[in-house]
């Protein structure tokens, strides 16, 4: 019998390779899906926010009849909410990660602080102080920079975290009739019960003694909420 397919749309990241890793924290669906990544940072389409959401309503509207699940990342998970309304005839599953449903003063520093870095052409310092906020409490791995394009990434970095800090999903929310699951980490300096609301159809979970990459903190805690919402066995 032929796998489901599953459809990941990623956070900001600096380049599309960095999405790997998505697809290897959900190894543990390998033997039910098809696991696939969509870079959201392919086109960076300067447009008002209405238009720029438009594009991505008619690009998914194809994808529904093929994808059986959707999961959205950070701002791979704005994204989808404000798909929600093509998504709402249809029974698909529905997985986000960190997702925030507006900016808070918090989250709007931290991002601000991101892109102004980036805008000076300081990606290190800017990426440094990204990922101490995305990995706390815990320690950042390493990483190497020796082969990214960084006009590219500057690019990148810039138009994703401005897109998330102008994203308001909370109408989206209220009024939201698509069933989902939303992880988001106890621990999380950016996202987290400050800046995310309990949507009026789904189910938010806090992860517990997790950053804003609830997978990597939680692993075992997130797999089984996983399993149990796609309604597949826990081995």
């Known amino acids: 019998m032929a796998k489901k397919r599953l459809l990941i749309i990623g956070p900001v990241s600096t380049q599309s390779s960095s999405l790997r890793h998505l697809s290897q ?17 392919v086109t960076l389409q300067e447009c008002p926010d ?23 990342f950070s701002f791979g998970g704005v994204i989808l909410q404000q798909c929600f309304s093509i ?8 997985i986000l990660f960190s997702t925030p449903t507006f900016a808070d003063s918090i989250l709007r520093e931290k991002l601000e602080t991101v892109i102004s870095l980036c805008s000076q052409n300081k990606l290190e310092e800017g990426l440094s102080s990204l990922y101490q906020a995305v990995y706390a409490p815990h320690s950042i791995p390493d990483a190497s920079l020796q082969y990214l394009n960084r006009e590219l990434a500057i ?11 102008k994203t308001n999903c909370v109408s989206i929310l209220n009024h939201c009739n698509v069933n989902h699951l939303h992880l988001i980490g ?28 609830v997978l ?18 826990i081995h």
């Not at 950016?190 to 992860?207: A, D, E, F, H, R």
Request: glycine content about 4%.
């Open 25 to 41: 924290n959900l190894s543990f669906l390998n033997p039910y899906y098809s696991i696939e990544c969509l870079d959201p940072l």
């Open 50 to 72: 209405e238009e720029y959401y438009g594009i991505w309503q008619n690009q998914l509207k194809p994808l529904i009849k093929i994808y059986d699940v959707f999961v959205g």
């Open 87 to 94: 998504l709402s005839e249809e029974k698909k599953q529905i």
């Open 155 to 165: 690019k990148r970095l810039i138009f994703g975290l401005t897109k998330v800090l």
């Open 186 to 213: 106890e621990k999380s300096q950016l996202v987290n019960t400050n800046n995310v609301i309990k949507p009026s159809c789904g189910q938010l979970i806090v992860v517990p003694e997790a950053s804003m990459r």
């Open 216 to 233: 990597e903190s939680n692993p075992t805690f997130c797999k089984e909420a996983i399993l149990k919402a796609l309604n597949h066995e």
